[in-house]
């Protein structure tokens, strides 16, 4: 799916597009790097990097989720006050990642879980409020970080030993990312062909006006006594 968003991103340009692709490649680094598969697939950098800074990956995450969120949604246009919100996160998010590197030590780690916790939530009841005005977009958001959100519940209360350890309860950070991922992807999909089908629209408008302004001139007259 990242490598696909890639094309897609080259061909279309579209901005929600990048900011996307960088969240995608920010979580599955961050999922990589808690469960180990990254051992195998990013030795080099894993070794370079370790666990030791998985903190810093997740505030990278949530950096992107912020821009994807912004971009997406048409926050700065059609609700600025949510915009407003979403750059005093992102100012957190950033002063937190440098902390995080400067201190890195065990309240970074129960800072950025507490925190994570709080920015699920609150990403949620943001996207459901814009829903409720009309934003068809919000829809797909919703569901699909809803999927991210209880696929990383279910990883931290396995990690706190709130739950049993099974092949599930492991899986459930990739399996949400995963289907937020197809989710985003039919979403943006779907938002190009909305905004490409009105941009159709909006040009043949054009033309049936310039067709009736054409008919107005070419009949002076009688174009008169229509208008």
């Not at 979580?27 to 808690?34: A, G, I």
């Not at 400067?102 to 609150?122: E, Q, R, T």
Request: glycine share 4%; charged share 15%.
């Amino acid at each position: 799916l990242l490598v696909y968003n890639i094309f897609v991103y080259v061909s279309v340009k579209d901005e929600s597009y990048f900011f996307y692709v960088m969240y995608l490649a920010s979580v599955t680094f961050y999922v990589m790097l808690e469960i180990g598969h990254g051992v195998l697939h990013l030795k080099f950098i894993i070794d370079t990097v370790g666990k030791d800074y998985i903190a810093v990956a997740v505030w990278f995450s949530m950096w992107w989720t912020i821009k994807f969120f912004v971009s997406f949604l048409n926050i700065k246009e059609d609700h600025p006050k949510i915009n407003t919100t979403c750059n005093i996160l992102f100012r957190i998010v950033i002063v937190s990642a440098v902390l995080s590197i400067v201190k890195n030590d065990y309240i970074s780690i129960l800072w950025v879980s507490a925190f994570a916790m709080f920015f699920i939530i609150g990403m949620l009841l943001l996207t459901l409020y814009i829903w409720s005005k009309g934003s068809l977009h919000a829809k797909f958001f919703f569901f699909a970080w809803s999927c991210n959100g209880i696929g990383f519940t279910i990883y931290a209360a396995m990690i706190n030993q709130l739950i049993p350890t099974s092949w599930f309860t492991i899986a459930s950070a990739p399996i949400g990312v995963l289907l937020e991922s197809i989710l985003l992807s039919f979403a943006l999909a779907e938002r190009i062909k909305t905004e490409r089908g009105n941009i159709l629209d909006a040009n043949l408008r054009a033309v049936e006006n310039m067709a009736r302004y054409r008919s107005v001139y070419d009949n002076a007259l009688e174009g008169i006594y229509q208008m």
